[in-house]
């Protein structure tokens, strides 16, 4: 026999539960977002059930019906309501304090800069003001440096011409005493000669007379005593070129005589008798 199967148990209507009053949201925060709900996992494949005769009496039994309670949007409370106006005042308060904190900080770094700008302008004026110092300091060390340069080589010129005139002085005071001496020697040879060289005394002795000057220096002053050194001197050089002349003319009549006496002697060699076979002999003092 057949055993019937039980009827389904009738339940019992969900009755609606009240819902609770929304909070209210902080006045200071502004709401957050709700995160959104994670992705669904992709299905798995299930392996396939075994199919057993339980299993169809309970599809052939009737399934009960599902219940979906109506559900409603919330209300606000009227007791409690949201003052947006305030909300968006703070939030305004906010970024009116935030951006006075970024102008404070702004003009505070501003000025923070201009100081060390004006620090370093400051240093920039002084480096320059110190080198133009050392410039300064240079450009007058050179110049009296190039003033005792000056100074030195007038010095060392005044110096020299000093050593001049003092030469000059010793040089025409030893010719006025070999001038003395020579004079003095002239005198004794002529004596000796005799009567026969007295015409040509006399010209030397006029020529030493006219040659030697007398010096009146006692009351001379300093440029009248520059224009006789001057003069002295001029004379001094005159001498030394008459000599350097006479010298010349002295050495170019030794060489004449020189040449004129070897013509001689090989003039008087050609005519001497020469030794015998052709051999040397001494003709006129040299061997031939």
Do not use: C
């Not at 909300?87 to 800069?113: G, P, T, V």
């Not at 003001?129 to 100074?151: F, H």
């Not at 050495?251 to 006496?261: E, G, S, T, V």
């Amino acid at each position: 026999m057949k055993t019937e199967a039980p009827a389904p148990a009738q339940e019992e209507p969900l009755q609606e539960e009240p819902a609770p009053p929304a909070p209210s949201p902080p006045q200071d925060e502004p709401p957050k977002e709700e995160p959104a709900p994670p992705a669904p996992a992709p299905p798995q494949d299930e392996p396939p059930k075994e199919v057993t005769a339980d299993a169809e009496e309970d599809e052939a039994k009737p399934k009960p019906k599902a219940f979906m309670p109506n559900i409603s949007a919330p209300k606000m409370p009227e007791g409690d309501k949201v003052d947006f106006d305030d909300i968006h005042r703070k939030r305004m308060e906010k970024d009116l304090n935030e951006l006075q904190s970024l102008i404070e900080a702004h003009f505070i770094q501003r000025k923070k800069e201009e100081e060390e700008l004006l620090a370093l302008i400051g240093r920039i004026e002084k480096r320059r003001t110190e080198r133009a110092e050392q410039q300064r300091i240079r450009a007058d060390k050179e110049k009296e440096r190039q003033m005792r340069v000056a100074d030195e080589k007038v010095r060392k010129e005044e110096e020299e011409q000093r050593k001049k005139y003092d030469d000059d002085a010793k040089k025409k005071k030893a010719l006025s005493n070999i001038s003395f001496q020579y004079g003095g020697y002239l005198q004794k040879a002529e004596g000796r000669r005799g009567a026969k060289k007295q015409t040509e005394r006399e010209k030397k002795k006029k020529i030493l007379a006219d040659r030697h000057k007398v010096l009146h220096i006692e009351n001379l002053n300093e440029d009248k005593l520059k224009e006789k050194a001057t003069e002295l001197w001029q004379w001094q050089m005159q001498l030394e070129a008459e000599k350097f002349d006479l010298n010349d003319k002295m050495k170019r009549q030794k060489y004449d005589i020189n040449q004129l006496q070897a013509r001689i002697n090989d003039q008087m060699g050609k005519f001497s008798t020469k030794g015998p076979r052709g051999g040397k002999g001494k003709v006129a003092g040299r061997w031939k």
